[in-house]
């Protein structure tokens, strides 16, 4: 089982829809969570942090439910240059290693 | 900020043959990360370094892969033979000092080994 697991999609939406993916994480040491975001044939970027008591940038939300080990995002109102591929990454507890997911593959359509 | 800088951006290169890829950090971050990416395995973590001294090595696929940080400016990953499996795209990353401090990556380098 991999330590960080994320559905590949891709998850094809229409403009203005509202999308959710969701990630599941097996180190319950895990101290912290990110999304990050990779264009086609460039690198990953930090889209967001995310907190325990969950948090809010624009369109974006993110979700940690520590119980049942996942992190979520949910994109409001999609817009077409949100098509990207959306890393889950996961600190390990006490070092510097973050784990990402295989990523999960979002088209928005016009 | 110039940002991650790395070279080269492609290697093409025959199997059998040393590949050096290279990194600069951006000047003032403490950890520097190499990562492979490919599409059956997504970003795997090979090694990271913290204020030059290799941290976590366990991530590097076997002997032949070896890395160094002389000083805090410059990093070197190497294959040392090369074979096809290693194809991928390489990216080195850094981050400040803190905890929770976001990556930083470099463009990456698309290696292709025939």
């Known amino acids: 089982r991999k330590e960080v697991e994320q559905d590949p999609g891709p998850f094809n939406v229409p403009e203005g829809a509202t999308v959710a993916f969701n990630c599941t994480y097996s180190?319950?040491?895990?101290?912290?969570f990110f999304w990050y975001r990779q264009d086609c044939r460039k690198e990953p970027k930090l889209l967001m942090s995310?907190?325990?008591s969950g948090n809010e940038d624009g369109r974006f939300t993110a979700q940690l439910n520590r119980a049942s080990q996942y992190i979520s995002l949910l994109i409001r109102d999609s817009k077409l240059s949100d098509s990207a591929t959306y890393l889950c990454?996961?600190?390990?507890?006490?070092?510097?290693?973050?784990?990402f997911g295989t990523g999960t593959r979002l088209k928005v359509l016009a | 900020d110039a940002g991650v800088i790395q070279s080269p951006r492609h290697e093409v290169t025959e199997m059998g043959q040393e590949v050096t890829l290279r990194c600069k950090p951006i000047s003032g971050h403490d950890y520097l990360f190499w990562y492979r990416q490919t599409m059956m395995r997504g970003l795997e973590l090979l090694i990271y370094f913290n204020n030059n001294v290799p941290i976590d090595d366990s991530g590097m696929p076997e002997d032949r892969f070896s890395a160094k940080m002389p000083n805090a400016s410059f990093s070197t990953l190497k294959i040392q033979p090369s074979e096809p499996r290693d194809s991928a795209v390489y990216f080195c990353a850094s981050s400040l000092h803190s905890f929770n401090e976001k990556l930083f990556f470099g463009s990456g380098t698309q290696l292709s080994v025939l």
């Open positions: 990454v996961v600190g390990r507890g006490g070092t510097y290693k973050y784990i």
């Open positions: 995310v907190y325990s």
């Open positions: 180190n319950s040491a895990s101290q912290s």
